[in-house]
């Protein structure tokens, strides 16, 4: 499965342009990370590569034919957690994934609701009102409708929000097992998901797209920006871009990014937040 994005647009009826030009190719199998602040324009190309919205200009082409003409073939091979995800309190976790399997028309539902209950762990909740489940286990109901159907396309917003950090870890290796054979995309927040399981980042800001290629490569194009220091040693106003503050027992020790690091500063090997945040602070100093 491979999207080819050329020049769309997308400005929303109020005049907003939530992304302005974007290029981009998406193929499985991947493992894709979407990162950005608010209102970078993640949302909205979710919406496009799934076909709820379409492109003010430009073309999303979907195995070499526009999206446009392939809408129902998408849904077919699609599997969506969007970020607000209604569930129906008073059904059971089996009886709410039977009838998403019901909307998806697959045929053997109970040998597909069993397969996804094992791959979510919730196979004791199964006869469970889904009122009855903790926040991570309703989480964990989401990501099983959106495993309905063995999808080639699974679109994950935000799917580790409310997890502990076992849960974290263990969905991220079932998103990084399920994207052996498939196109997965993940927009989250949490950097550490991206760093743990991504073979492919996009970081949008301001509805463009900064950087796109492994996360690795991020990685490297900010080392030699990264540095700590002792706060009392840096002017006010200093140069850095602070990351990360610790209050210790001989001051405030910092982290930070800069285009040129200062000289009170020791340079420091970059993680991908580093990095992250080196490329925005870049981008919005301009
Ligand atoms: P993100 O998911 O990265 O937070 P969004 O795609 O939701 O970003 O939003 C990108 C921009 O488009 C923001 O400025 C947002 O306010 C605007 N936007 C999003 N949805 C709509 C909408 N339905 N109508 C008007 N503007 C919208």
Not at 31 to 42: E, M, R, S, V
Not at 177 to 190: G, K
Not at 230 to 237: K, R
Request: proline share 5%; net charge negative; charged share 20%.
């Amino acid at each position: 499965m491979e999207f080819h994005i050329q020049d769309v647009t997308m400005t929303y009826p109020n005049g907003k342009q939530a992304l302005g030009g974007l290029s981009l190719r998406l193929g499985s199998p991947s493992l894709t990370g979407l990162l950005g602040p608010n209102g970078a324009g993640k949302s909205t190309l979710i919406r496009l590569l799934s076909a709820a919205l379409m492109p003010s200009s430009g073309v999303i082409q979907l195995d070499g034919a526009p999206l446009k003409d392939r809408e129902m073939e998408l849904k077919s091979r699609l599997g969506y957690l969007p970020q607000e995800f209604g569930l129906f309190d008073e059904l059971t976790v089996w009886q709410f994934l039977d009838y998403m399997a019901a909307l998806k028309g697959i045929r053997d539902s109970r040998a597909a609701i069993r397969q996804v209950l094992q791959d979510v762990r919730l196979e004791e909740q199964a006869k469970a009102r889904i009122r009855t489940l903790s926040g991570g286990q309703r989480q964990r109901v989401g990501i099983a409708q959106a495993l309905l159907g063995d999808p080639e396309l699974l679109i994950l917003d935000e799917p580790t929000v409310g997890l502990d950090p076992e849960e974290r870890i263990h969905f991220r290796n079932l998103f990084s097992r399920t994207a052996q054979n498939r196109l997965v995309l993940l927009s989250t927040h949490i950097i550490e998901d991206v760093q743990s399981v991504c073979d492919h980042l996009i970081v949008l800001h301001r509805g463009t797209i900064l950087f796109s290629g492994a996360p690795e490569r991020l990685i490297q194009a900010a080392a030699g920006h990264v540095g700590v220091f002792w706060e009392q040693d840096a002017p006010e106003n200093g140069e850095i871009s602070v990351t990360a503050r610790v209050h210790t027992a001989c001051g405030v020790r910092c982290r930070g990014v800069a285009g040129v690091l200062p000289s009170y500063a020791r340079p420091e090997e970059p993680t991908l937040e580093d990095a992250y945040l080196y490329l925005i602070s870049r981008e919005v100093a301009r």
